[in-house]
């Protein structure tokens, strides 16, 4: 029986291991809410598009996998419970079986008990007649040394005398006989008895060590029971937290869809915009701002500095975070003309891009961290000041929806920014 649950139960723990889903963190945060348009052109929304239905399908593709996951493992914790049910009632006999074998003990403990007092009793009864005994020997044996018995015949006053004394003697004879019958017989239920007593003694601890064995047994079935079953808790609810957790970012995902697809018609529908130009400031292209005199122009229109470059909580924040309220898909924009170097994924800046550009002379790579998701803008790729590089977001190490922005005069490298406020009129 237990081995059968042994056997189920680790193949229970096998099936539990290849279910077992590693949650990877998404990389990407979506908006609550969609108040605002989530692009700004065609071409925006077509490329917001595709991603947000990619995101679908995975995110759709990963609810089937769940499920089926989900399936399996409650067809392993019905196994398991029936398992679970089956010990339960062996737990019942055994606990039955512990019940009879203490009656059984205080039984044998009992007849040792009566044993011990018979056998007390048996050797007070030898002692008495192994005295008996011992002094009629000696009276025969101080008869035998005077042939007193000849004697006591030879005196008897006549025949019917003689006859008495013959009987008596023929009595005593007898009685030492019977004494001695008596004694063997005692001698061997003494031996006997001895022999019973050491075979009970045998059983009771024969049964004592089967009792402890048994509620061992018992012990652990029951540890391993509240184990299986808190281990059954837990699995199941982690798969039901992630296959929920997977239809809050479907719902998300398909808001956002609905947003895209709206703001794809109002974009159709409208006239075509004013060409822009590089550095412009005019009201027909509010996303540009001109460049102030250190060459770099606004990244985030609108936006507002939420933290500053320097200490912050005690480090250092290498950069400045901006965010534009009310409106958490805000378009981040190149602060200047360059080469995109650097666009991936990192556990602190979430999905960043590095811009390298040519400022008088000089060197100088901006960073924008925390987007949306990655961007469109591939290494490699020149891009202009004011063109749209990615969306604000919150993957990474972030608290919501902003743009850190980062100033690298000399290149980009860790540790070597300095503060964006020099080059940038915020």
């Known amino acids: 029986m237990f081995k059968k ?23 990407y945060a979506t908006p609550a809410n969609h108040s605002s348009a989530p692009c700004t052109s065609l071409e925006e929304c077509r490329e917001l598009q595709r991603n947000t239905r990619d995101n679908i399908a995975e995110i759709t593709e990963e609810e089937e996998k769940i499920t089926e996951y989900i399936t399996q493992l409650q067809e392993g914790i019905s ?44 050797e007070d009864r030898i002692e008495v007649l192994i005295d008996e005994i011992s002094n009629r020997m000696r ?20 025949f019917a005398d003689f006859i008495r004394r013959a009987r008596t003697f023929n009595r005593f004879a007898n009685e030492d006989a019977d004494y001695m019958d008596e004694l063997l017989d005692l001698i061997d239920v003494q031996e006997n008895l001895l022999l019973q007593l050491e075979e009970q003694r045998d059983q009771l601890q024969e049964r004592t060590d089967q009792l402890e064995d048994l509620r061992s ?52 529908n409208a006239p075509p915009p004013t060409t822009r130009v590089s550095g412009s400031s005019s009201g027909s292209d509010s996303l540009r701002q001109a460049p102030n005199s250190g060459g770099l122009a606004h990244p985030m229109p609108g936006a507002r500095v939420t933290s500053e470059f320097g200490p912050r909580g005690g480090r250092h924040h290498s950069g400045i975070d901006l965010v534009v309220v009310g409106n958490p898909m805000a378009p981040i924009l190149s602060a200047a003309a360059g080469t995109v170097t650097t666009n991936q994924w990192h556990g602190s800046l979430g999905w960043y891009v590095v811009v390298s550009h040519n400022i008088n002379g000089q060197r100088v790579d901006t960073l924008y961290a925390h987007l949306h998701y990655q961007s469109s803008v591939s290494v490699g790729r020149v891009v202009d000041q004011g063109e749209r590089i990615g969306t604000k977001g919150s993957t990474g190490n972030s608290s919501g929806p902003h743009l850190h922005f980062e100033v690298h005069p000399g290149g980009w490298a860790w540790g070597n920014s300095v ?8």
């Open 5 to 27: 649950i042994g056997l189920s139960l680790l193949a229970f723990t096998i099936l539990v291991s290849m279910l077992k889903v590693i949650v990877v963190p998404t990389a």
């Open 79 to 122: 196994d398991l419970r029936d398992e679970i049910a089956e010990l339960e009632e062996r737990i019942t006999d055994l606990e039955s079986e512990i019940a009879d074998l203490g009656g059984e003990i205080a039984a044998l403990a009992d007849d040792i008990e009566e044993n011990l007092n018979i056998l007390e009793i048996t």
């Open 139 to 158: 009276v025969t044996q101080r008869v035998n040394n005077t042939n007193s018995f000849l004697t006591i015949l030879s005196e008897a006053e006549n």
């Open 217 to 268: 047994e018992l012990e652990i079935e029951q540890e391993s029971l509240e184990e299986d079953q808190l281990e059954l808790i837990d699995r199941e609810t982690q798969m039901q937290d992630r296959l929920y957790e997977l239809n809050l970012n479907l719902v998300e995902e398909e808001e956002l869809l609905d947003a895209i697809e709206s703001a794809e018609g109002v974009l159709a």
């Open 419 to 426: 503060n964006p406020r020099r080059w940038v009129g915020f």
